[in-house]
């Protein structure tokens, strides 16, 4: 990933579960920070841009990525 954005995906039985996060006092453009079923977002977040220490957890379904 770009700059001080950390994305960890766990494979799952019928799934993937991905944790994204960013450690920076500066927007994030141009990433996805999420697929298939968003779960929990701490801060704030779009499909293409993540604002300054923002969590986001969310799970997709295997097949539907």
Do not use: K
């Not at 994030?28 to 977002?41: A, F, Q």
């Not at 293409?48 to 097949?63: A, Q």
């Amino acid at each position: 990933l770009v700059g001080t954005a950390t994305r960890v995906e766990w494979v799952l039985n019928g799934g993937r579960l991905t944790l994204f996060a960013t450690t920076t006092d500066e927007p994030i453009d141009n990433v996805t920070p999420w697929v298939g079923e968003l779960l929990w977002i701490e801060g704030a977040a779009t499909q293409t841009t993540v604002e300054p220490w923002t969590v986001v957890w969310s799970f997709s379904e295997t097949g539907r990525e």
